[in-house]
């Protein structure tokens, strides 16, 4: 494994930088889990982030806090939102590494639908690929 993701894969939360269309960067902090050399993240598919990767696959990651304080430099990544094909597969990588965290969102994301009478969110996986040799 990639040293670099490996110093990722102790933290809970990456910063992830993603760049609008005349190049301006903002970063959000989300949740994140490894499946080999991928990183996967999860996000709503309306959400700024899932845009932004649609429009320009470029992304800068570091490990951070859950305010998005960054622990580390960023480092720039490839990014894409999966076919549907792979939600499955990058759903149970995410539950898996928040074991009781993930399915407590997906149902308070449930009830919310429920109380508010909403369409359910469309939700999307991220792959990120690190740039760059590893080392």
Not at 21 to 42: H, M, Q, Y
Not at 65 to 90: H, I, K, N, W
């Amino acid at each position: 494994m990639d040293t670099r993701i490996a110093a990722l894969a102790r933290g809970r939360y990456i910063s992830l930088t993603t760049y609008r269309r005349d190049g301006r960067a903002v970063a959000t902090p989300v949740w994140f889990a490894l499946d080999g050399s991928r990183i996967i993240v999860w996000t709503d598919a309306a959400s700024g982030k899932a845009k932004r990767v649609r429009a320009n696959g470029r992304a800068a990651i570091a490990a951070s806090d859950g305010r998005g304080r960054t622990r580390q430099p960023p480092m720039e990544a490839r990014a894409r939102v999966l076919p549907e094909s792979e939600f499955g597969r990058a759903n149970g990588i995410l539950t898996a590494k928040y074991r009781w965290l993930k399915p407590l969102v997906d149902r308070w994301t449930t009830l919310n639908i429920a109380i508010r009478r909403k369409p359910r969110p469309v939700e999307v996986y991220i792959e990120l690929q690190l740039v760059g040799d590893s080392e």
